[in-house]
């Protein structure tokens, strides 16, 4: 979703959790890109409430966006997005390699996917790279950037799942309108906050490119 943004407003991205469901607001310069989390198959039931319920739900989350929210006057400007965290078995074949999404699809929650798909990436050149100046690659050495990779991707996704069964689908014996306990633990301690940035901006397992002289 997409909704125009305004000078006075805040300067940063940003989420609301209320009531089990989650607004995340991404500024975009000059407009916000909305997500607006709910539980899987619950689309058509928002849609049969009606447009202007769904406008006041955003609304009822930012009130500054009170006076553009109309902006989202059809259905086609609601952009549904089906999440799914899941990951393959094996990532290799002979002659194939799945690194990225093409190996674990992840859910927007975080915003990790794309960290985690560049240090794939950066793993590969390190183990595979001189080799492949040489000739081919056998499985057993594709296979060595899975092992490296897929523990972090595990943790990542353990994350995520806990992120969509506490925080999105409301899983919690806390009120409807409490933050969650961990949320609650950011908010009391902020230095704790450091370790959500630094897992999510850097990863269980940084990855550097290793030029070997070159």
């Given at each position: 979703?997409r ?5 006075d ?6 989420g ?24 899987k198959?619950r ?6 409430r009606g447009l ?7 609304v ?12 989202l006057?059809?259905?086609s ?10 990951r ?14 093409s190996a674990h699809?992840?859910?927007?929650a ?8 560049i240090?794939?990436?950066v793993?590969?050149?390190n183990l ?20 490296r ?9 353990a ?7 506490r ?7 806390a009120?409807?309108?409490?933050l969650?306990f961990v949320f609650?633990l950011?908010?009391w ?8 940035a630094?897992?999510?901006g ?6 550097h490119?290793c030029s070997?002289g070159?």
């Open positions: 979703m909704i125009s943004k305004k000078q407003d805040p300067q940063q991205s940003f609301f959790f209320q009531h089990g469901k989650l607004l995340v607001l991404i500024d975009r310069g000059d407009y916000w890109q909305c997500g607006f989390v709910i539980p198959d689309f058509d039931e928002i849609k049969v202007p319920q769904f406008q006041n739900d955003i009822t989350f930012a009130g500054f966006l009170r006076d553009r929210v109309a902006e006057d059809d259905w400007k609601i952009k549904l997005l089906t999440v799914q965290i899941n393959l078995r094996d990532w290799c074949r002979e002659g194939l390699l799945c690194i990225g999404d699809a992840m859910s927007p975080g915003g990790v996917g794309i960290n985690l798909a240090q794939d990436a793993a590969t050149v595979l790279a001189e080799k492949l100046r040489t000739g081919p690659v056998s499985v057993d050495d594709l296979r060595k950037v899975q092992a990779r897929e523990w972090p991707t595990r943790l990542i996704q994350m995520q799942v806990f992120i969509h069964r925080v999105v689908t409301g899983r919690t014996s009120p409807n309108d409490s969650p609650r950011l908010k301690f902020p230095v704790l906050r450091q370790i959500p630094r897992f999510i850097i990863g269980p397992r940084p990855e490119y070997k070159r």
